[in-house]
Structure formats: structure tokens, C-alpha cells
């Protein structure tokens, strides 16, 4: 039996994708300050261990794995990463969490090793016309990211491509933009827009208002987890490309184009009220054309599938949390 590690488990993006390791026929470490906030882990072990300690770091890559996925970081939305206010340990936690992962694979002899990067770490230059961002895996130099959560993760994808070159590893690496679905976090200052939209509408009553920072003409594109954990496997298990490569949607709209698309689905007729807050870049859309040409394919589904998979989530919470307070 193939066995993998997933930096990360108790995440987002790590749960699902535990799950889908174990529906493929891994037997399954999951690593993480926590378990999994929304479901049980489908890990065969979890160990919850702190991965900036470097001798536990050790104790959990104890063995060789055929596939380790290194999702762990210090990471939110635009409320946590552009605050300015957390860029200290952001850069610092991040940054400890991947030196140790990566010197102890590469003790342990572990190749396959993927990491995952963000679409923050593109040029902010590059990305102030919503209407026409530049993110070709190709422009992210010059660099110039917009955040010191990018900075970490552009320092993060010379480090692990360097133990390629240096150790003979076969590190894959892949620039995540916005990812989305069920089991993510909704609420608390670190969720991202789908998910904090989702939860201010179905908040609002009817014919009542949500609010939006900024005036909601932003650009980005989402995309939906299960889309996400099929492009990481690809790349993982790609024998020949290591990246780094987009893993996002090509469908762009505006953050407003986002919270109406919501509302539809909610069945729910409300006004925006634009408020100021942390915004990022103008705008930013995933260029696919490269993970087309090396792994043969690119995320298709709609933006309007993912939400009508991702509102009913989250509005269940949302409602189980007002009868609880109502108690």
C-alpha cells in the first residue's frame, strides 16, 4: 500500500484532501495544530504536532512516504493577511514550517513532495486593472508581491525547487488561487470572500443589506475544492513537471458579480453597503494555459456550481448557530 503525509490535515484544503488519498488507496499521516473543525479526519493516523518545533517536525516524518503534501502556513483572508498587523508571524511561522519539512524529507529520502504556493505572490504592478490582471506563471519576475504573506510563499517556491536541483527531490510546486467549498472556514476573521459572503447573506434578512469592503468592483476568480485537490494529485504525480503552476479558475468576476451570484442562489433581494477594509491587489484571474500544456488539464467547472454546493454549507451553520444563541 502507497503511503502519504498531509502537512496541513486539519485545514481546508487538507481534509478534503485526506479524503481523497484514502478513496485512491493511500494509507494516510495527517499532521496539524488541530483536527479537522467541520467533520471527522479520514486519516489512518493524526498526529497534532507543531511543525515550527523542528524535533517534532522529525517525529512525524519518522519514515519514507511516496507522497508528502506540505499545505501547512500561518494563512486567512484579506482580514488576516492585509492588516499588516500579523505579517511577523505569517512570514516567521510559514517560513519555519516549510525549513523543517523539507530538510526532513530530504533526510529521510523522501522525492515527491508538493507545496503549496498562492497567487498572491505575482507582482502587485501587474495586478491593478481588475479588467485585465497578469498572472502567467512566467511574470513573477520582477518580484514584487503585495503582502509579506506573498513574499513567504515566493521564498518558500525557490526553497523547495532548490532541494530539486541541490538534493535530488522531485518537489512539485502550484500557485493556488482562491479555493472554496464546503468545510472551510466560514466565520472568525480568516475566512475568504465566497465564504464570508455566503455567510453575510444568509445572516441578512430579507430585503436587508449586507456589507462589502471596498467598492465591490475588484476582481478575482474562485475555485472550488474539489477542483483544487484533482489539480494538486496531478501535479504531484506528474513524473516530468515540477512547476510552479497555476491552480485556479479562468472565470474572473467582481466581488460584486460574487455577493449577486449568492444572493441568487439564497433567493434573497438585498442592498451592498460598500464599506472601507483591506482589499489586495485589483485584481487577479488564474492563466491556465501552461497547466493545460503539462498536465493536459485545467479546472472547468462554473463559478454558480461551486457556490450552489457551498451556501447551503454554510447557511446550515449559520442557521445552528442562531438556534444555539437563541437557547
Known amino acids: 500500500m502507497k503511503t502519504a503525509l498531509v502537512c496541513g490535515a486539519g485545514g481546508f484544503i487538507g481534509s478534503h484532501l485526506v ?20 467533520s471527522e479526519t479520514a486519516a489512518d493516523d493524526f498526529a497534532i504536532v507543531d511543525l515550527r518545533d523542528q524535533t517534532l517536525c522529525r517525529s512525524v516524518i519518522d519514515r519514507r512516504f511516496d507522497e508528502v503534501y506540505q499545505l501547512a502556513a500561518d494563512m486567512g483572508g484579506a482580514g488576516f493577511i492585509f492588516t499588516g498587523e500579523n505579517d511577523a508571524d505569517i512570514m516567521h511561522n510559514s517560513a519555519t514550517i516549510n525549513l523543517n519539512v523539507l530538510d526532513a524529507c530530504a533526510k529521510r529520502n523522501i522525492k515527491r513532495v508538493f507545496y503549496s504556493s498562492s497567487a498572491c505572490m505575482y507582482p502587485e504592478e501587474n495586478q491593478l486593472d481588475p479588467n485585465a490582471p497578469v498572472t502567467r506563471e512566467d511574470s513573477a519576475y520582477p518580484a514584487n508581491p503585495d503582502s509579506e504573506y506573498g513574499w513567504e510563499k515566493l521564498f518558500s517556491e525557490r526553497l523547495y525547487l532548490t532541494y530539486n536541483r541541490n538534493y535530488g527531490m522531485e518537489c512539485r510546486v502550484a500557485r493556488y488561487h482562491n479555493i472554496f467549498g464546503p468545510e472551510g472556514t466560514w466565520t472568525g476573521g480568516r475566512e475568504k470572500a465566497p465564504a464570508a459572503l455566503c ?12 456589507e462589502m469592503w471596498g467598492d465591490g468592483e475588484q476582481t478575482r476568480s474562485f ?34 458579480q460574487l455577493a449577486e451570484m ?13 464599506i ?18 503539462k498536465l493536459g488539464w485545467a479546472p472547468s467547472e462554473s463559478l454558480m456550481e461551486g457556490l450552489t454546493k457551498t451556501y447551503p454549507w454554510i447557511a446550515g451553520n449559520v442557521e445552528r448557530l442562531r438556534q444555539r444563541n437563541s437557547l
Open 223 to 256: 475555485l472550488y475544492i474539489d477542483e483544487c485537490v484533482e489539480g494538486t494529485v496531478r501535479l504531484t504525480r506528474s513524473e516530468t513537471f515540477a512547476g510552479p503552476v497555476n491552480i485556479g479558475s479562468e472565470e474572473m468576476v467582481t466581488i460584486n
Open 262 to 274: 449568492i444572493m441568487t442562489i439564497a433567493d434573497k433581494d438585498l442592498s451592498i453597503r460598500h
Open 19 to 38: 479524503k481523497r488519498l484514502k478513496r485512491d488507496g493511500f494509507w494516510v499521516r495527517g499532521v496539524d495544530l488541530k483536527y479537522p473543525e467541520f
Open 276 to 293: 472601507p477594509g483591506p482589499l489586495g491587489v485589483r485584481g487577479r484571474n488564474s492563466h491556465n494555459d501552461l497547466i493545460r500544456e
Open 199 to 210: 455567510r453575510k447573506v444568509a445572516e441578512a434578512d430579507f430585503g436587508g443589506e449586507i
